[in-house]
C-alpha cells in the first residue's frame, strides 16, 4: 500500500509539472527561473538519497529528459495560443477548422502524458522504495512552488 502511494505522488508531481503546464495554455506561464529552480532542487534532491552513483546519473538524465520536454511543451502552448487566437478572431474559420486546432492540441497533450508516464516509470524502476519514500518526505520547497504554481495559473 505504501509504495502504491509513493508511486502516486511521483507520478502525480512529473504528470502535474508536464501536463500542467499544457493544461493551462491560455492562462499566465509558470515562470522559466521558478521551474529552472523546480529541475534543479529534484536533480539535488535525488543526488542526496540515491547512493549509488550509475542510478543517481540515471535519475538525473530521466528528470533532464523531463525539463527538456516541459521547455518543449511551453513553446508549443506559445505557438497554440498564437494560432488558435488568429484562428477564433477570423470570422471565416469554420468549426471544422477549430476542431482540427483543438485536435492538435489535445493530440499533444496525450504525447506529453505518455512521455511522461514512460519516465515515470523507468525512474520508478531505477529509485528503490525508500529512495522513492525519503524523497516524498522531504518536500522540495521549489518543487512544491512550482506544482502550486501550475496549479494556480
Do not use: W
Not at 509513493?6 to 500542467?20: E, I, M, N, Q
Not at 521558478?34 to 543517481?56: C, G, K
Not at 515515470?120 to 522540495?140: G, P, V
Amino acid at each position: 500500500m505504501k509504495n502504491s502511494l509513493t508511486r502516486s505522488y511521483l507520478l502525480l508531481v512529473f504528470t502535474v509539472l508536464l501536463l500542467g503546464s499544457a493544461g493551462c495554455a491560455g492562462r499566465k506561464q509558470l515562470p522559466v527561473d521558478e521551474a529552472q529552480l523546480a529541475f534543479d532542487d529534484l536533480r539535488a534532491e535525488m543526488q542526496s538519497v540515491v547512493a549509488d552513483p550509475e542510478r543517481v546519473s540515471q535519475a538525473v538524465a530521466l528528470v533532464s529528459e523531463l525539463e527538456e520536454n516541459f521547455a518543449h511543451v511551453r513553446q508549443i502552448i506559445r505557438a497554440r495560443r498564437a494560432e488558435f487566437t488568429v484562428l477564433y478572431a477570423d470570422y471565416d474559420s469554420t468549426q471544422a477548422d477549430i476542431d482540427m486546432a483543438l485536435d492538435k492540441i489535445l493530440s499533444n497533450s496525450k504525447a506529453n502524458q505518455e512521455m511522461t508516464s514512460r519516465v515515470n516509470r523507468q525512474l520508478l524502476d531505477i529509485l528503490t522504495a525508500e529512495e522513492r519514500d525519503a524523497m516524498q518526505k522531504k518536500h522540495s520547497d521549489a518543487l512544491v512552488a512550482a506544482v502550486r504554481a501550475l496549479q494556480l495559473s
